[in-house]
């Protein structure tokens, strides 16, 4: 008896080693043929973490992206829901800290921005499997704003999922004429004081409007754009501080405090005690607007001068165990299928990450097809004006700028 | 003690009619949200009723249900073992004096004074060491680290006005030392280890980022559900998942309220912590 049940233990502790393939070694998959890769990745998981505040993004992760990789690969797909995409970098640095480099809790993260930053300087990432994708051939890498996550060169450490240009929103109920333009919403504000505010900085949505007064300020992005300046910085950081503590006293409450987060100035902008709100991705309005956060009255729009844009990624951690695994998720997600079902207004509505028209005929058809929701800005129209991000230097002074000269 | 009794009865009614409005009435507007679509100012009620955000929280998507289960596991055990770290503990610091004490106290309660993110992060580097990361007993045990605390200092206080004079003349009288404990100490310290679990429950109930970094994603609390939602501004969503959240904390507030009614000569204070 005894021996048996030992048996059975020894058997059960060490059948799923048997089963799932360790493929925390990134080098013997790059280059690998892909069928190789997916039969290592058969019947294992993959552990995505990614924000989670989201229902109807939760429900196409774990239902739909879930759903193709059980069906036609045998994958398990975890989705563990992040408050701040923060929490899982400090996994991973943590176990990197701690020496564990082929067993990390974290397969992927959905990512942008800062966070990419410090996964790639921290050595956090890994690169350079992108041409082992089949699905990479329908990414543009010569495009500047793929190839460049916030001013980082993405070197092969990560592929788009999405892109975004950030839009403001007002309620026509509210509001007859927006303003399009930076000039025409700080004279907006002086004529309707009290009814504007921004988020503070570091909030992602409230800095990336700091930039946009910045721009303005510096009389156009062309100047700012390469390595970070000193000198041109402090001309144009001086004239943002001037627009910004100008138009302070003309803010919600006086501008005695700012909102901290971009879920409070959407409560505000709901609540009618601000006329408008933004995002970096307009589709958050039409899933606001299914939801019953925002009236169906609210709208979206683009600048005349302008709005920048920008993509985001997915990541593999350097010390994933489950690296072919997370390959095929990837290779889902850049699909023309799942790229063409995220469009769908009612699934989420995002910009897909791939180019569209490299994706098989019938697929461009149902793609040109989408009626978008009503609320979100056309994304056609948006891109007519889109301005670059700066390089990730620019970003953190403006950050620091404001909270020193603006926020204090 | 001559006051009129009717009227300390009546003041008394009165407090705890008072006491349970202010815990209730912040729960309505939550139970409300869970089924409206589009609440917004001026509006007094929701435009309109909807079951959605209950859909999603009770769908398998969500993940709710599965983690309700695991979170009152955890919150269970990691009460269990606070109450078998924390009473000796508590006793110790209650009824002796040593070289040192007011050190220990301070270790004690170091937990809960440094800030939240620096101790999880110099813990996931221990735990993973010690192989315990991305498991339930993993979380189990780093809940205790602000469990202890609470259950530590209020059986301290507990046994500051208790009298071991009541065990000597038990052992005197023939009891052996399981029985002493059962009939005298037990008694005496239950209301402590009540109030102290209490704590340590609703403590290990409601954490996140310990769970989240040392679970790895592995181990979903009800929290880290929630929080997602309430840090999105999905008040429907976080007002579904909300209502599940405090159901055990009321339940169990409620099985053991009538311990808590400070009738019991016991609860003496928390003595001089």
């Given at each position: ?132 994708l089949p699905n990479n051939v329908l990414i543009d ?19 788009p ?173 850049l699909s023309a299928?799942?790229q ?12 897909p990450g791939i180019e569209v028209?490299r994706t ?49 | ?273």
């Amino acid at each position: 008896m005894r021996p048996t049940a030992i048996a059975l233990l020894t058997l059960s502790l060490s059948s799923p080693a048997l089963v799932l393939a360790d493929t925390s070694d990134g080098s013997a998959l790059i280059g690998q043929d892909w069928d190789t890769i997916v039969e290592m990745a058969r019947g294992g998981e993959v552990n995505w973490f990614m924000w989670g505040g989201s229902d109807t993004i939760n429900r196409y992760v774990s239902d739909y992206v879930g759903g193709v990789l059980m069906d036609d690969y045998g994958i398990t797909l975890n989705r563990i829901g992040l408050t701040d995409t923060t929490e899982a970098i400090n996994i991973v640095l943590g176990e990197k800290e701690a020496g564990v480099t082929d067993a990390g809790a974290v397969d992927m993260i959905w990512i942008n921005g800062e966070n990419f930053r410090t996964m790639k300087q921290a050595d956090l990432a890994w690169c350079g499997y992108t041409e082992t994708l089949p699905n990479n051939v329908l990414i543009d890498w010569t495009n500047p704003a793929i190839a460049n996550d916030f001013g980082v060169p993405v070197d092969g450490c990560e592929v788009p999922w999405n892109r975004a240009q950030f839009a403001f929103a007002y309620d026509t109920a509210r509001t007859e004429t927006p303003p399009r333009s930076i000039p025409e919403l700080l004279d907006w504000i002086k004529a309707n004081p009290g009814q504007f505010t921004y988020p503070a900085p570091p909030d992602f949505n409230g800095a990336v409007f700091v930039r946009h007064v910045f721009y303005h300020a510096a009389g156009g992005v062309e100047g700012l754009l390469g390595d970070f300046d000193q000198a041109r910085y402090d001309a144009a950081a001086a004239a943002t501080w001037d627009i910004l503590n100008e138009i302070e006293p003309l803010l919600w409450r006086e501008g005695a405090t700012y909102p901290t987060s971009i879920t409070q100035l959407n409560g505000l902008f709901a609540n009618q005690e601000v006329a408008f709100t933004f995002d970096y991705d307009p589709s958050q309005f039409g899933l606001g607007v299914q939801s019953g956060q925002y009236p169906e009255t609210v709208m979206s729009y683009g600048l005349t001068d302008g709005t920048i844009g920008n993509t985001n990624y997915t990541i593999i951690p350097f010390n994933s165990p489950n690296k072919a695994a997370a390959l095929v998720l990837q290779n889902v997600l850049l699909s023309a299928e799942a790229q063409l079902e995220k469009a769908l207004p009612e699934v989420w509505g995002t910009v897909p990450g791939i180019e569209v028209d490299r994706t098989p005929a019938e697929i461009q058809a149902a793609f040109a097809g989408i009626e978008r929701h009503p609320s979100v800005v056309d994304p056609a129209e948006l891109a007519q004006n889109a301005l670059p991000e700066l390089q990730a230097g620019w970003i953190s002074a403006i950050e620091q700028g404001w909270i020193e000269n603006v926020g204090r | 003690m001559d006051r009129d009794p009717v009227m300390l009865r009546t003041l008394r009614g009165l407090a705890g009619l008072a006491l349970i409005l202010w815990l209730v009435l912040p729960l309505i507007p939550l139970a409300i949200w869970s089924f409206a679509r589009g609440w917004r100012f001026p509006d007094i009620l929701p435009q309109s009723w909807t079951l959605q955000a209950w859909d999603y929280a009770l769908s398998d998507t969500s993940g709710v249900l599965d983690s309700l289960t695991l979170t009152i596991w955890i919150a269970l055990c990691a009460t269990g073992l606070s109450i078998l770290i924390g009473v000796p503990a508590g006793r110790a610091l209650g009824l002796s004096t040593f070289r040192g004490k007011g050190l220990v106290e301070m270790m004690i309660l170091a937990p809960i004074i440094v800030p939240g993110i620096a101790v999880a992060l110099g813990l996931h580097g221990v735990f993973i060491g010690l192989g315990l990361t991305n498991t339930t007993t993993g979380v189990i045990l780093v809940h205790l680290i602000p469990t202890l605390p609470y259950m530590t200092l209020v059986m301290a206080g507990i046994f500051a006005n208790y009298d071991t004079a009541f065990e000597d003349q038990a052992r005197s009288l023939g009891a052996s030392p399981w029985q002493t404990f059962r009939h005298v100490t037990l008694p005496a310290i239950l209301p402590g280890i009540i109030v102290g679990g209490l704590f340590a429950f609703l403590v290990s109930w409601s954490q996140y980022i310990l769970t989240l970094l040392i679970g790895g994603g592995r181990v979903i609390t009800l929290p880290l559900l929630l929080f997602n939602f309430a840090a999105s501004g999905r008040n429907d969503i976080a007002g579904a998942i909300g209502m599940i959240y405090i159901l055990p904390g009321v339940l169990v507030l409620i099985l053991t309220a009538r311990h808590l009614t400070g009738r019991n000569a016991a609860i003496g204070g928390l003595g001089r912590l």
